[in-house]
T-cell receptor, first 113, second 118 residues
Framework: GENVEQHPSTLSVQEGDSAVIKCTYS??????FPWYKQELGKRPQLIID?????GEKKDQRIAVTLNKTAKHFSLHITETQPEDSAVYFC????????????FGAGTQVVVTP | ETGVTQTPRHLVMGMTNKKSLKCEQH?????MYWYKQSAKKPLELMFV???????ENNSVPSRFSPECPNSSHLFLHLHTLQPEDSALYLC?????????????????FGPGTRLTVL
C-alpha cells in the first residue's frame, strides 16, 4: 500500500558531527515533502520542506534533498548540537489528495556532548 | 505559543464516558486536521476539514465524531472508547489554496491532548 518508510529509527551522534535521515515513499504523484521536529512533550514543528520541482533546499545547518526518480528524500543536519536532540518525522503528500500527509515512523536523534 | 491551541492537555476517561477535545487556531487558516499519535507509530491522519466541510475521513471508527462549527474551531467528540484509543491527539491547521494540484501549505500543530482510556 501507500506508505512512507523512514530510517533509521534511532540515531546517536557526537556533537559537531552530521546526522542523516532517509525516507522513501511509494506514490509517484507525491509533490510535497515536509520534515517535522518533535521535542519531548512538545508539538511537531516544521523545520524544512521541499516541493517536487526542487532537488535540494538548505536552511542554515539543515538541508533536504529529493530524488523523485528513486522516490526518496533525506534530511541532513550538520554541526549537530545537543538542542537538535528530538524525534524527526518525514512526510509526503498522498498523490494529489489535498492536505493528506502520510508520515514516517520517526527517528529519535540523540546528540551527545 | 498561541497559533494552535488544544484543550484539555490531559484527559483520563472510562470506556463508558463521553468527552470532547477542542482545538482552536488563531492563524486565519481555513483547513483543520485531527491526527492520532501512538508510541512508535507514524502520525495517523483521522479527519480533514476544509472550509468547514469534512473532506477526509480516514476509516476512523464511529466512536470518534468530529465537528467543525467554523474555520477556527474543531472538536473531536469521544464516546465508548477502548483502551487502545489511548494516545496523543494532535490538531493541526493550514491554509487551503483551493487548488488540488497545488502542494498544500504548511500544517501547524497544536500541543496535543494526551488521552488515557481506562
Amino acid at each position: 500500500g501507500e506508505n512512507v518508510e523512514q530510517h533509521p529509527s534511532t540515531l546517536s551522534v557526537q556533537e559537531g558531527d552530521s546526522a542523516v535521515i532517509k525516507c522513501t515513499y511509494s506514490d509517484s504523484a507525491s509533490n510535497y515533502f515536509p520534515w517535522y521536529k518533535q521535542e519531548l512533550g512538545k508539538r511537531p514543528q516544521l523545520i524544512i520542506d521541499i516541493r517536487s520541482n526542487v532537488g535540494e533546499k538548505k536552511d542554515q545547518r539543515i538541508a533536504v534533498t529529493l530524488n523523485k526518480t528513486a522516490k526518496h528524500f533525506s534530511l541532513h543536519i550538520t554541526e549537530t548540537q545537543p538542542e537538535d536532540s528530538a524525534v524527526y518525522f518525514c512526510a509526503a503528500t498522498l498523490g494529489d489528495s489535498w492536505g493528506k500527509l502520510q508520515f514516517g515512523a520517526g527517528t529519535q536523534v540523540v546528540v551527545t556532548p | 505559543e498561541t497559533g494552535v491551541t488544544q484543550t484539555p492537555r490531559h484527559l483520563v476517561m472510562g470506556m463508558t464516558n463521553k468527552k470532547s477535545l477542542k482545538c482552536e487556531q488563531h492563524l486565519g487558516h481555513n483547513a483543520m486536521y485531527w491526527y492520532k499519535q501512538s508510541a512508535k507509530k507514524p502520525l495517523e491522519l483521522m479527519f480533514v476539514y476544509s472550509l468547514e466541510e469534512r473532506v477526509e475521513n480516514n476509516s476512523v471508527p464511529s466512536r470518534f465524531s468530529p465537528e467543525c462549527p467554523n474555520s477556527s474551531h474543531l472538536f473531536l467528540h469521544l464516546h465508548t472508547l477502548q483502551p487502545e484509543d489511548s494516545a496523543l491527539y494532535l490538531c493541526a491547521s493550514s491554509q487551503d489554496s483551493g487548488r488540488a494540484i497545488t502542494p498544500p501549505d504548511t500544517q501547524y500543530f497544536g500541543p496535543g491532548t494526551r488521552l488515557t482510556v481506562l
